[in-house]
């Protein structure tokens, strides 16, 4: 459904609409990013661009009857594409620790994907500016979306739970080799980063302490980092500041490398199957619609040439117009309307332009002709159109009455007024049986 912006916001929402596929461009090649090893350079840029789908959707929630865009104009994509740019805002607050306590942070990085869909506003009108494409594009692109959506954080929930297992048993393993000795299995360790021995923190390798705002600066991003405790018990030296008596803080590059493949490539998926809806189904809709507003317009114009032309190469090999049962739709209507259009075409000058089912029900250009006690009203000649007798010195007056008949039917064929035709149809038995009458009494007298 097409909504309109509100008075006085029409400009706004066209730098709305000129800013957003650039945005989304940049919102795509960030998310793919993220999983490649240019992460930490694109975690920035990827923040700003949040927080500016989420002005433009608090924008144009202002610019449009907020009801009709939120549940018509699909302003809840929008929504769900702007909440990373809301979790920037309140990165500082409560309310994003509950965000991380259920764990939909990520969820909402996988997500950013719906952000392609505010592109339809640009993409759609390259077949026309179609209400009924724009539609259907838009809901079979919302539908994939989200499907795709669904099954990407369940492959991010299974991949991440298999990453952290995969790593702490190499740990362990690694552990366990080196007689459960945290220090001589860290200096051996390729992926240590740091190891936890008796509550304190030490360097792999040299064994030299490391204080905890150290600690604190390397673990800020757990991205690719991974920690691993060989005990149950844990130290809290300060707030904030959480780790096992004993235990690893270990690379995790190797696994890393391989979550992010199959992340990259199921987003490459859906990115393709997303193009290849919007341009394919965009021409087949277009080509369909392309026929209906043809009739629309040969119907509109009275003009049914280019109409005639179109359907030329649907006839048969006699040359005739028909259906066929195994045939589509739009090809039958398109038969149908070059049908309906050549009979209203050959129609002569100030004829009924009724369907033909009310003619063959008397009420066509002929339709009267049938009516009982009445042959051939709109075309009398005399008075021998009633019976076999008439001949009277008034058959002046009787031509006199049947032009005016002639004259009546042609006015209502002319402004196709079916409430008069029925009139006619059942008066005229009466008036040709008043004539008869009349005619037999004065040759009687």
């Known amino acids: 459904m097409i909504v309109n912006p509100k008075k006085g916001f029409g400009s706004l929402v066209k730098v709305l609409d000129a800013i957003n596929p650039v945005m989304v461009l940049l919102s795509i090649i960030g998310l793919f990013m993220e999983y490649t090893g240019l992460r930490s350079y694109v975690l920035l840029p990827n923040m700003i661009i949040s927080i500016v789908f989420a002005v433009d959707f608090l924008l144009r929630l ?96 299974a991949l991440s739970s298999q990453h952290v297992q995969l ?21 051996s360790f390729a992926d240590a980063e740091l190891y936890f021995l008796e509550g304190r923190i030490y360097q792999p390798g040299t064994g030299a302490p490391v204080d905890a705002a150290e600690y604190l600066a390397r673990s800020g991003d757990m991205d690719g980092l991974q920690l691993v405790a060989f005990s149950d018990v844990s130290i809290s030296p300060q707030p904030g500041l959480n780790y096992p008596e004993e235990g690893l803080l270990m690379r995790t590059a190797q696994t890393t490398a391989w979550y992010n493949q199959v992340m990259l490539g199921v987003l490459g998926t859906l990115l393709l199957i997303l193009c290849a809806i919007i341009f394919y189904m965009g021409y087949v809709f277009a080509k369909d619609m392309s026929v209906v507003q043809l009739i629309i317009d040969s119907l509109d114009a009275e003009d049914y040439m280019l109409l005639a032309n179109e359907a030329d190469r649907l006839r048969n090999a006699d040359g005739a117009i028909e259906l066929h049962p195994e ?111 009349e005619l037999a009494r004065k040759a009687g007298s």
């Open 167 to 187: 790593n702490q048993q190499r740990a362990e393993l690694a552990w366990q080799n080196a007689g459960r000795n945290t220090a001589r299995m860290a200096a």
């Open 327 to 437: 045939e589509d739709e739009i090809s039958s209507l398109l038969k149908m309307a070059a049908k309906l259009g050549s009979q209203l075409a050959n129609q002569p000058q100030g004829a009924s332009s009724l369907p033909g089912g009310l003619a063959q029900d008397g009420f066509g250009p002929a339709g009267l002709s049938g009516m009982p006690g009445l042959s051939g009203l709109a075309g009398m000649s005399g008075v021998s159109s009633f019976d076999e007798g008439a001949g009277s010195p008034d058959a002046a007056a009787v031509q006199e009455l049947t032009s005016r008949l002639d004259r009546l039917e042609q006015a209502v064929r002319d402004s196709q007024k079916v409430i008069a035709l029925k009139t006619i149809k059942l008066a005229t038995p009466v008036i040709i049986r008043y004539i008869q009458e």
């Open 62 to 157: 202002i610019a449009f009857p907020a009801g009709k865009y939120f549940f018509k104009g699909y302003g809840w994509v929008d929504f769900l594409a702007s909440l990373p740019g809301f979790m920037v805002l309140v990165a500082n607050t409560p309310i994003l620790a509950v965000f991380k306590v259920v764990r939909i942070g990520r969820f909402f990085r996988i997500i950013r994907i719906l952000r392609f869909l505010r592109a339809f506003d640009f993409m759609k009108r390259m077949r026309g500016d179609s209400a009924w494409i724009q539609e259907r594009v838009m809901q079979t692109g919302v539908a994939i979306v989200l499907i795709f959506v669904g099954g990407i954080i369940f492959t991010d929930q």
